[in-house]
């Protein structure tokens, strides 16, 4: 099994650019997160998703957005991409039970320039 | 509103020594899941222990443990016989059950010294 695959590892943008990152999961989760990670500042949770087509907003939302249309894709949008949004970005997934662990991805380095 | 809080930025050990990372978090929800992970610098993330609210007993995984205090709202992560390998960020995280919502503290980064 794949586990979670995010597309791409790396991406370079230019400031106001748009762009797409992808997440895929095939362990049938229902739970899938975007995280983004910076130095210092831990893994902050940008949207979550507790089923297919439903998404809901995490602690820094704002300038992203995210689709689930299938229950194993998540994915995360940037529409107009800003320096402030260069960082690692961590899909993760898990099963609805409280007392299971998220698994994750191997993690996307984005840089706006 | 979920909160985690690690209040150690940076951590040294000594090998083969116990260390204790610390973990406090803030939720009105009675039920709730606590986790750690490990984050080696190749930077993938390794789920290391859980403890569940309603848990009796302090979660162990091998050389992991973890000190649940539920009255103080804290769950310390105890790595025994610390090794090089344990070199790496450590993060706690949270997920209260109603709404499915998983938040990590700012991490620990854990140094062991030969």
């Known amino acids: 099994n794949a586990g979670v695959t995010q597309t791409p590892k790396f991406r370079v943008l230019k400031t106001g650019q748009s762009m797409t990152l992808l997440c895929a999961q095939d362990m049938n989760h229902e739970y899938m997160y975007w995280y983004r990670q910076d130095p210092g500042m831990g893994l902050r949770l940008i949207h979550y998703?507790?089923?297919?087509?439903?998404?809901a907003k995490g602690e820094v939302p704002d300038g992203y957005n995210v689709s689930r249309l299938k229950k194993q894709n998540f994915l995360l949008g940037l529409e107009s991409a800003a320096p402030s949004q260069t960082s690692v970005y961590f899909c993760a997934s898990s099963y609805s039970f409280s007392n299971t662990e998220a698994f994750f991805g191997q993690g996307t380095r984005l840089t706006v320039v | 509103a979920q909160k985690i809080t690690q209040t150690q930025p940076g951590m040294f050990v000594q090998e083969k020594e116990a260390v204790t990372l610390d973990c406090t978090y803030d939720t009105s929800d009675p039920s709730y899941g606590l986790f750690w992970y490990k984050q080696p610098s190749s930077g993938e993330m390794i789920f290391l222990i859980y403890q569940g609210s309603y848990d009796q007993q302090n979660a162990t995984e091998g050389r992991y443990s973890l000190n649940f205090q539920k009255a103080r709202k804290s769950a310390n992560l105890v790595i025994s016989a610390s090794q090089l390998g344990d070199s790496a960020m450590y993060f706690c995280?949270?997920?209260?059950?109603?709404?499915?919502?998983?938040?990590f503290g700012q991490g620990t980064e854990l140094s062991v010294k030969p």
């Open positions: 998703s507790v089923g297919e087509g439903t998404t």
């Open positions: 995280a949270m997920r209260e059950p109603q709404g499915g919502k998983l938040i």
